[in-house]
């Protein structure tokens, strides 16, 4: 793996423990601020983008696992919003 390869692979495993954590606290109904997320895949995107063709390809697998991370915490935000209209 190239450096930039590597440190790609690295901000994708750090963006999931942070969808991770923003999930675990959406479930235990705290307030989460997702500016810092938004900007870590924005940053994430770009340093994927400006691999080459076949480096960047060998990170679908971690990209998969953010948009997988990502899809759990949007349902997470949706049933705390289901959840707070009952009450």
């Given at each position: ?7 790609a ?7 999931c423990g942070?969808?991770?954590m ?11 601020d997702?500016?810092?997320?938004q900007?870590?895949v ?6 994927t ?6 480096e960047g ?5 971690h ?22 209209k009952?009450?």
């Amino acid at each position: 793996m190239s450096d930039p390869q590597t440190q790609a692979v690295a901000m994708a495993e750090a963006t999931c423990g942070m969808l991770r954590m923003a999930r675990a606290l959406v479930e235990s109904r705290r307030t989460v601020d997702l500016a810092g997320l938004q900007n870590a895949v924005g940053r994430l995107c770009a340093a994927t983008y400006d691999l080459p063709y076949d480096e960047g390809c060998s990170l679908r697998p971690h990209l998969t696992a953010v948009l997988g991370e990502l899809d759990s915490l949007e349902q997470a935000i949706n049933v705390a919003a289901f959840r707070g209209k009952g009450q």
